[in-house]
């Protein structure tokens, strides 16, 4: 049966920098439908829907979605929302009166959740409807999938920075930590590893959410990189947890910022890196020690987009229409990767996506709990993309001192 009717995309959570090719690919790929009588986007997610914020992406020129489709950040602006139940039956109304019968939901874990209910109100009332969640997040997070749009960029700015960041501790000697996103997954800090050329460049050491973080064993592992190398760059998720599952913040101090949800606020504060750095110069005695959060840049950095990543999320978005429009069918889209290296796009039921976390497997995670593996190498070196840049160091040979002897 075709289905005849508006398609409405929303765009929630944390923004990347390729979402928006998701959205353009949608569009793009929804318009071609004679069946499709219009492309609405919501402006503000699930909030934009419950509110009638629908933006008329019918009407948008082909040319200036292409221009926004290599723009970072959502272009249909985001929400932190999480709708329940209540919320969603909201949701529902609205799009019957306005004659929905696609809705395309661009995000992680959580808008998977709601697309599945709000699916599900529309099967109750045998509304003809379909519902495609599209992936998309920088922590690399949804089970299943191989990866998500939105890592592999957000992936190559960590690389990137720790090149600089290398590069500096080089030329004037200390210790150096870096705090990089990541509640529950270790994906995106494990990223800071791409670069290393030499071999004492850093990251030397790597501290993520899947290992039990130790207070002890890091001052260790920290003296001993500093006594091999004279120096030490870390790279540390801001979701570390002691083996009780504690948030390694709450182990250092009382005094924490939460957010609107009562969750401990792991990112923007800088908090974890600064208790870290004291924790070195008091206990090691080491005076040059500096720390950085990297925040927001990761998300949307328009400098370090992957191609890769890019036309992944392009694709993804197309899919969707593909899914809903041609086959008739409802779900998430899933990456699997083939060969070495290509992709293809599976549906799964949204059941089997939604509320769930995946975890960094433990063969990308060294026995130490201190570094990642060539394993992981492997599997994200391609995501990053083409035109990685390469440091390089001077090789030329040492003139004879004249008034030292040399040793």
């Not at 990761?298 to 899919?319: P, T, Y």
Request: hydrophobic share 35%.
């Amino acid at each position: 049966m075709e289905l005849k009717g508006k398609v409405l995309i929303a765009q929630g959570g944390g923004p990347t920098a390729v979402i928006n090719q998701s959205l353009v690919g949608a569009v793009l790929e929804s318009r071609k439908f004679p069946q499709i009588t219009k492309v609405y986007g919501a402006i503000n997610g699930v909030e934009g829907i419950i509110n009638e914020r629908f933006m008329d992406l019918t009407r948008e020129t082909t040319h200036n979605l292409e221009q926004v489709g290599i723009t970072p950040a959502s272009a249909l602006l985001s929400t932190r929302i999480k709708p329940d139940e209540a919320y969603c039956k909201e949701i529902f109304k609205v799009l019957k009166a306005h004659d929905v019968r696609y809705f395309f939901y661009i995000g992680g874990n959580d808008s998977a959740d709601t697309v599945r209910i709000v699916n599900e109100n529309a099967k109750q009332s045998e509304y003809e409807f379909r519902a495609i969640h599209i992936p998309k997040t920088i922590d690399n997070d949804l089970v299943i999938n191989d990866h998500t749009p939105g890592y592999g960029s957000a992936a190559r700015y960590v690389a990137e920075a720790f090149i600089g960041i290398n590069l500096d501790n080089r030329a004037l000697q200390g210790v150096y930590i870096g705090v990089v996103m990541g509640r529950h997954a270790g994906f995106l800090t494990a990223a800071s590893s791409l670069a290393k050329k030499y071999p004492d460049d850093g990251p030397h050491l790597i501290y993520l959410p899947e290992r039990p973080f130790d207070v002890d064993e890091f001052l260790l592992d920290v003296k001993g990189v500093y006594e091999k190398f004279g120096r030490c760059v870390i790279a540390v998720s801001e979701g570390i947890k002691d083996k009780n599952g504690k948030p390694i913040m709450l182990s250092l101090t009382d005094d924490i910022e939460t957010d609107a949800h009562g969750n401990v606020q792991l990112s923007g504060s800088g908090q974890l890196g600064d208790m870290l750095s004291d924790l070195i110069k008091s206990k090691l005695n080491y005076t040059r020690v500096r720390s950085d959060t990297l925040g927001y840049t990761q998300r949307n950095f328009i400098g370090a987009i992957s191609d890769v990543d890019s036309h992944e999320a392009r694709e993804v978005g197309e899919k969707a229409a593909q899914f809903a429009i041609w086959d008739n069918v409802d779900g998430s889209i899933v990456l699997e990767r083939t060969g070495d290296y290509s992709i293809n796009y599976h549906l799964y039921p949204l059941k089997d996506i939604a509320g769930k976390t995946k975890y960094m497997p433990d063969e990308f995670i060294n026995l130490a709990g201190n570094n990642v593996t060539d394993d992981f190498y492997k599997y994200a070196r391609p995501l990053i993309g083409s035109g990685f840049p390469q440091p390089h160091r001077l090789r030329a040979p040492m003139a004879k001192r004249l008034l030292h002897d040399d040793e």
